[in-house]
């Protein structure tokens, strides 16, 4: 990630002079940079013996048509021509670090909307306590809970808790970035940058499995990539197709690695009179019709490891079963699927699935959501950040407890957590491309803007002085004026009014 070609970091000593070098003041890091070269993240330039930031700075517009319905534009250098107040966002990709931050933040950027004065206080803030989590859509068998996930060898990482038709993973932290070695946390800082830059990152689960992660595409676990999230559980399943099944089959058993759903025994097939079919699998019984446990969790049939579905089958109840039952096995997803008629000895074989059947099968896959691995990116814009908003930092915290201030990063909007502090949950796929840097202390750099009533940022102590119209805000080749994503809720929309 380190150019070091091009950068010599603050010396504990004096250096000889160098002509035309420039310090760069936006980071703890303190690099001393040459003509023409940048420091160490690559975010800052010596350009001409002035410090400049290097990567475009982002403005967003939200063109609408007579419905307000957002339309598509180009997007485009800026012209030089005045940007609409009611149309245009300055987002934090790209406006630059103030540091120390009892310096106000980069812009500060006042503009009119609905007749009223708003103002937006960007900057990119430098966050160590930050992390990742995934939500990747798969039933296959990623690894044990707690057990880690490595990047390049590195700890980066754990699994954590299996949500509902996906596993969890929480990675990068302040413990990885800063808490391990050197190799750790540089490691764990380029894994963060590049997932929340939406590139595909490689990853492996101590004893669990290989997987490839991007946000916003579908998980590659162990070479396959999953396509399919599953519909529900094995007793969800059945609860959603019993009626569909109960005219052309004496038992259907959903293999799943949470609940594997026996109709018969099930509440849906007692409810529409279907007779016990005299079937027992393994497993541990939770209640009628609902077994954890019949497998170990593994990448065959519905996220088990089992690759013959009959394998589950206990014993087959002579008194009950009889020869000609009808009996079909399928997994969450319908990728699996297999039909058996029982023989003179109860013995399952194999058979062509009736078409009612099969439709039932396709329509299972039918219901299942495209699986995708999410990348939420949380932080908490801490003590220091807010000094760049206000002379008074816990106000501004108040203010967006009090849903005064409402923050984005990059456009997206947040979820703020309760409690203490300023922490935030940010979709990456809602933000622009490369949204984020990071400096070699290591630590990520990620946009964040405060949106508010310019009355209201008066009141809670901020920089009035430094306030800009967004007019005034650029005047260089830096500015990208890019799509608002349509998705986004406009920033000075009252909530709730959608985009
Ligand atoms: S790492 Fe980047 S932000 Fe920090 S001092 Fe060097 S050039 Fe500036």
């Given at each position: 990630m380190t150019d070091r070609k091009t950068t010599d970091a603050a010396p504990k000593q004096a250096r000889k002079p160098v002509d035309g070098l420039v310090v760069c003041d936006a980071c703890p890091v303190l690099c001393r940079i040459r003509p023409d070269r940048t420091g160490a993240c690559g975010r800052y330039g010596n350009v001409g013996g002035v410090l400049a930031r290097t990567d475009p700075f982002i403005l967003a517009q939200r063109v609408a048509d007579e419905d307000g319905a957002v339309v598509p534009f180009l997007e485009?250098?800026?012209?030089?021509?005045?940007?609409?107040?009611?149309?245009?966002?300055?987002?934090?990709v790209g406006s630059g670090t103030t540091y120390p931050d009892y310096k106000p933040a980069p812009f500060i950027v006042a503009s009119a909307h609905d007749?009223?004065?708003?103002?937006?206080?960007?900057?990119?803030?430098?966050?160590?306590y930050c992390g990742i989590k995934v939500k990747i859509d798969t039933d296959r068998y990623v690894g044990p809970e707690r057990a880690?996930?490595?990047?390049?060898?590195?700890?980066?990482?754990?699994?954590?808790?299996?949500?509902?038709?996906?596993?969890?993973?929480?990675?990068?932290?302040?413990h990885h970035l800063t808490g391990g070695s050197k190799k750790e946390g540089t490691v764990t800082c380029d894994m963060m940058l590049r997932l929340c830059n939406k590139e595909?990152?490689?990853?492996?689960?101590?004893?669990?499995?290989?997987?490839?992660?991007?946000?916003?595409?579908?998980?590659?676990?162990?070479?396959?990539?999953?396509?399919?999230?599953?519909?529900?559980?094995?007793?969800?399943?059945?609860?959603?197709?019993?009626?569909?099944?109960?005219?052309h089959v004496d038992e259907v058993i959903v293999v799943d690695d949470h609940i594997t759903g026996v109709l018969t025994e099930h509440q849906a097939g007692r409810f529409l009179g279907m007779a016990p079919a005299g079937i027992r699998i393994g497993g541990r019984r939770s209640t009628p019709g609902r077994y954890f446990q019949v497998a170990e969790p593994g990448t065959g049939w519905g996220g088990t490891n089992i690759t013959d579905p009959l394998s589950i089958i206990d014993k087959i109840d002579p008194k009950v079963a009889f020869p000609g039952l009808r009996l079909l096995m399928v997994s969450t997803t319908g990728e699996d699927a297999e039909y058996f008629i029982l023989d003179d000895a109860l013995v399952p074989v194999p058979a062509d699935m009736p078409a009612a059947l099969q439709t039932t099968v396709e329509r299972i896959?039918?219901?299942?959501?495209?699986?995708?691995?999410?990348?939420?990116?949380?932080?908490?814009?801490?003590?220091?950040?807010?000094?760049?908003?206000?002379?008074?930092?816990?106000?501004?915290?108040?203010?967006?407890?009090?849903?005064?201030?409402?923050?984005?990063?990059?456009?997206?909007p947040v979820y703020v957590w309760p409690g203490g502090g300023i922490t935030i949950l940010a979709d990456v796929t809602r933000m622009p491309d490369n949204s984020f840097g990071y400096v070699p202390t290591p630590a990520i750099v990620a946009p964040i803007e405060f949106t508010m009533r310019l009355d209201d940022y008066?009141?809670?102590?901020?920089?009035?002085?430094?306030?800009?119209?967004?007019?005034?805000?650029?005047?260089?080749?830096?500015?990208?004026?890019?799509?608002?994503?349509?998705?986004?809720?406009?920033?000075?929309?009252?909530?709730?009014?959608?985009?």
């Open positions: 485009k250098e800026w012209d030089g021509k005045l940007l609409p107040d009611e149309t245009t966002f300055v987002t934090g007749g009223v004065d708003m103002v937006t206080v960007v900057t990119e803030g430098i966050f160590s880690a996930v490595r990047c390049r060898g590195e700890e980066v990482g754990h699994v954590t808790t299996a949500e509902y038709g996906s596993q969890m993973l929480a990675l990068g932290g302040v595909a990152v490689d990853f492996e689960v101590d004893g669990g499995a290989a997987m490839t992660l991007q946000a916003g595409q579908a998980p590659v676990v162990d070479e396959s990539r999953e396509e399919r999230m599953r519909v529900g559980c094995g007793s969800a399943t059945i609860g959603m197709f019993a009626k569909q099944w109960h005219d896959g039918e219901n299942c959501e495209p699986a995708l691995a999410t990348i939420l990116f949380m932080a908490g814009a801490g003590g220091s950040l807010r000094a760049g908003v206000t002379e008074n930092p816990v106000r501004l915290t108040r203010s967006v407890k009090a849903a005064l201030t409402r923050v984005t990063c990059g456009g997206a008066r009141e809670l102590g901020g920089h009035m002085g430094s306030v800009q119209r967004i007019g005034d805000v650029v005047g260089g080749d830096r500015v990208q004026v890019t799509q608002w994503h349509e998705h986004n809720p406009w920033p000075w929309a009252p909530a709730g009014s959608g985009p």
